[in-house]
């Protein structure tokens, strides 16, 4: 544990107990009675206390244009019951889902087709945005025996990074911390295992630029760098929430490089970068209520970088 004030060790377990506590109720009460929980508090901070507004709106301007200011809110809305049902589903969920009855609860689109692409005698990069459960995606990965070795920035909260590292890895989903993950990433690639990334923050200042709804971004090289230089295939997928219906989720494959085989005018980082993030582009436009519009996506906008 990092060297830290009594006040913050205080305040960590404190917010550790309360996630405690939040989970405890999630599974007292019945997931209609969670998921309207979760859109009255999406209300409060939609409406009454409005929480990163700014940046909010900022975002579905760059990303949708053409809609009135009324709709962004309505957008905004819906976001924000997304992101607290999702917390509830996590927790909901890997009680609930086993094995046994994982078909339940999931549906995979053209599953053959998908599953496919788990070849043991290659690594696999599994690329994906904050977009729809990804917390459940990896869980249901793991369910059908296909454990992921997820980069993730650790929680600041120790006593709260233990307790969900703990949740995650139950079904054989590891986690690499993402500062220092580059040792880890190569051994997990070089040992043919499945490497999982959320690839749509931005990267900064040194990242490689591409269009993302019609502007340009910083995005992360390593993906492309990654499968150029081990042969390694990327599989873009998302795991999306089903609303009519309690607790269902459809697992998508979106699309499917390999280094080896190509396609047309997909070959260079750049190109390969430029691939997936309209593809994770195109999924959202899907269902983009269902997506984390919170972070700075364009923040580097302003630095010059190569066109």
Not at 46 to 53: A, D, G, L, N, S
Not at 121 to 138: C, K, Q, S, W
Not at 204 to 223: I, L
Request: hydrophobic letters at 45%; aromatic letters at 12%; charged letters at 25%.
């Amino acid at each position: 544990m990092k060297n830290i004030t009594k006040k913050q060790k205080f305040l960590n377990y404190t917010v550790y107990l309360l996630v405690r506590l939040f989970v405890a109720i999630s599974g007292i009460f019945s997931y209609r009675v969670n998921r309207s929980t979760c859109a009255a508090l999406a209300f409060v901070v939609t409406y009454v206390i409005p929480f990163r507004r700014e940046i909010l709106t900022q975002n579905l301007i760059q990303a949708f244009p053409e809609m009135t200011a009324e709709e962004r809110i309505a957008l905004i809305r819906k976001m924000w019951e997304h992101l607290l049902l999702m917390g509830a589903e996590f927790f909901i969920g890997r009680r609930r889902m086993s094995e046994r009855n994982w078909r339940r609860h999931v549906r995979i689109a053209d599953g053959a087709n998908n599953v496919r692409v788990f070849f043991p005698d290659r690594p696999l990069i599994v690329v994906t945005g904050h977009y729809g459960n990804f917390e459940m995606g990896a869980f249901i990965l793991g369910i059908l025996g296909y454990p992921t070795h997820t980069v993730a920035r650790f929680l600041d909260n120790p006593y709260l990074n233990r307790y969900v590292t703990a949740i995650r890895e139950e079904t054989g989903q590891y986690l690499i911390n993402k500062d220092g993950a580059s040792q880890p990433v190569m051994k997990v690639i070089e040992e043919h295992g499945i490497v999982a990334i959320l690839a749509d923050q931005s990267a900064g200042k040194r990242g490689c630029w591409v269009d993302f709804f019609g502007r340009k971004g910083s995005t992360h090289k390593v993906v492309a760098l990654l499968s150029l230089q081990y042969n390694a295939p990327i599989l873009v997928c998302h795991c999306t929430r089903v609303d009519d219906r309690e607790l269902f989720f459809e697992l998508v494959a979106d699309d499917f490089f390999d280094p080896l085989q190509p396609k047309e005018g997909v070959s260079t980082v750049k190109e390969i970068t430029q691939w997936f993030t309209t593809v994770l582009e195109n999924a959202v436009r899907r269902h983009p209520e269902q997506y984390w519009w919170l972070h700075r996506r364009w923040k580097d906008c302003g630095v010059a970088h190569p066109r």
